[in-house]
C-alpha cells in the first residue's frame, strides 16, 4: 500500500543510473509540465510543506490550462496532501512497518473530501476523452497513472477502504507500464511501477502466489532499482521517487543509503520538517543516537525561533523523548515530552502522546502526583482515544515497566 504515496507527472529521456547513486537535483532543476512559469514556486512551496501556498499556486497554473490533466494532479495533489498532514497521516515513522493500516486518524473534512473526488473526476474525463481518441496516447495514459495513484492514496489512507485502494493502484501500475513500453525512457513511469513492484515483492509467499493469479508480480530488487532511475531524472517525480525510496530503504535496513538521499533533499527543502526529522530516525534506527539526539534537539530550537512557521515541529521534542526513554534517562525523557506543551497550539495527537509518556516517566520517577496530571490532561484533550484509555488505566494503577 506504500504505492499510494507517490505522485508524478513529468516526462525524462535519459540514462538509468547506478543503484545506490542519490541524484542532487532541485525542483528549480527539474521539468514540470504544463510548461507554466509558476510552476516551479508551487513545486518549491509543496515539498517544504507550505500547502496552502502550494494550492493557491496549482489553481491559478490550473486557471491557465483548463484542460490539461496535468494541471489538475498538480492541484489535486497538493489538497490532498494538505488534508493528509492536517490529520496526522504523513508521520514517516508510520510507514516503516505495517502500523500505518490499523492506525486511525483524525477524520478528513467532508468539503476536502468532496473536492479531491471532483478533482479526480475533472482529470479523468479529459484523460478518457483523449484516450478514447488514440489509446496509445503516452501524456494521456501518464496522467490516467497519476490520477489513480492519488485516488489510491486518498481512499486507502483517508477513506480506510483498502480494496478499492488496491483497485486504483493496480489501475495506475498497468497505466505506466504501459507507458514505459511505448516510451521505455520515460523514467517519471518508473515511481509508480516500482513502488508498485517493490511492494508486490515484499508480500508473504502465500499472498504472492495468490496476486500472480490475476497476473500481478514484483520484485523489491527491480522496484528499488525503478525508484533510482526515477530519483535520478529531471523530471516531476525526482523528488518524489527520493521520498518512497527513503521508506523503502528504512524497511530494508538500509539506512546509510537512505541518509544519504534524506540529507541531499533537507538543504533543497529547508522547511519541510519531515524530512529533517527523517534524518533523526534514520540515525536512531542506525544505532547512532547521541546524533539523533543532537538532530531533534536542533530541529526544536529551529522551531522555536520560527524556522517552521504553522508546522508541527513539536514532533522532535516526542521522538527525543521517545529515543531517552529507550535508554532509560527518564528525567531526560520527561522534560522532551513536556516541551511539546510549550507550543503555541501543538498537534492533539503528539500532545496526548507527549503527556502519557511524561506521566508513565513520572511514574517510573516516583513522582505520583505529577504523572496523574499528565493522564488527566491526556484524557481532558480528547477522552475517545486510545491514549485517553491507557491513561484511565494508570490513574488506578501506576505505570511500571514490563
Known amino acids: ?79 490532498l496532501f494538505r488534508e493528509l498532514y492536517r490529520m496526522g497521516a504523513l508521520d514517516t515513522g508510520d510507514y ?91 523514467t517519471d513511469a518508473k515511481l509508480i511501477v516500482g513502488a508498485h513492484n517493490y511492494v508486490m515483492g515484499s508480500l508473504p509467499w502465500g499472498v504472492k502466489m495468490a496476486v500472480a493469479l490475476v497476473r500481478l508480480g514484483g520484485s523489491k530488487e527491480r522496484g528499488i532499482q525503478y525508484l533510482y532511475d526515477s530519483a535520478n531524472g529531471t523530471g516531476e517525480t525526482s523528488v518524489d521517487a527520493k521520498i518512497v525510496l527513503m521508506l523503502f530503504l528504512r524497511r530494508e535496513q538500509r539506512y546509510a543509503e537512505a541518509l544519504t538521499i534524506t540529507r541531499s533533499l533537507i538543504p533543497q527543502y529547508p522547511r519541510n520538517v519531515l524530512m529533517a526529522l527523517e534524518e533523526g530516525n534514520l540515525l536512531r534506527a542506525q544505532g547512532r543516537s547521541p546524533e539523533a539526539a543532537a538532530a531533534y534537539r536542533k530541529i526544536w530550537q529551529a522551531g522555536r525561533e520560527g524556522h517552521y512557521p504553522g508546522l508541527h515541529y513539536e514532533m522532535a521534542a516526542l521522538s527525543l523523548g521517545d529515543l531517552l526513554r529507550s535508554q532509560k534517562d527518564y528525567p531526560g525523557a520527561a522534560a522532551a515530552y513536556e516541551q511539546v506543551s510549550e507550543v503555541e497550539h501543538p498537534d492533539p495527537e503528539l500532545l496526548q502522546k507527549a503527556n502519557l509518556g511524561a506521566g508513565e516517566m513520572y511514574d517510573l520517577l516516583q513522582k505520583r502526583d505529577l504523572a496523574v496530571k499528565k493522564y488527566q490532561a491526556v484524557v481532558a484533550t480528547n477522552a475517545d482515544t486510545p491514549p485517553a484509555d491507557t491513561a484511565r488505566k494508570l490513574m488506578k494503577d501506576a505505570y511500571r515497566e514490563e
Open 1 to 79: 500500500m506504500l504505492l499510494c504515496l507517490s505522485l508524478g507527472t513529468g516526462v525524462f529521456a535519459g540514462e538509468p543510473p547506478q543503484a545506490g547513486e542519490a541524484a542532487g537535483h532541485g525542483s528549480g532543476q527539474l521539468t514540470f509540465r504544463p510548461a507554466d512559469p509558476l510552476n516551479p514556486s508551487a513545486f518549491d512551496h509543496f515539498y517544504n510543506l507550505d500547502y496552502d501556498r502550494a494550492v493557491q499556486e496549482f489553481q491559478q497554473v490550473l486557471d491557465r490550462h483548463p484542460d490539461d490533466p496535468y494541471a489538475i494532479n498538480h492541484l489535486l495533489t497538493a489538497v
Open 96 to 186: 516503516a512497518n505495517d502500523s500505518f493500516i490499523g492506525k486511525a486518524h483524525r477524520p478528513a473534512d467532508s468539503k476536502v473530501k468532496q473536492q479531491i473526488k471532483d478533482l479526480v473526476e475533472q482529470a479523468e474525463k479529459l484523460e478518457e476523452k483523449r484516450l478514447g481518441a488514440n489509446p496509445n496516447d503516452v501524456d494521456a495514459l501518464y496522467a490516467r497513472g497519476v490520477t489513480r495513484a492519488q485516488f489510491a492514496t486518498y481512499t486507502a489512507l483517508i477513506e480506510r477502504a483498502w480494496f478499492s485502494a488496491l483497485h486504483n493502484a493496480v489501475g495506475a501500475r498497468r497505466d505506466h507500464e504501459r507507458v514505459l513500453e511505448l516510451a521505455p525512457a520515460n
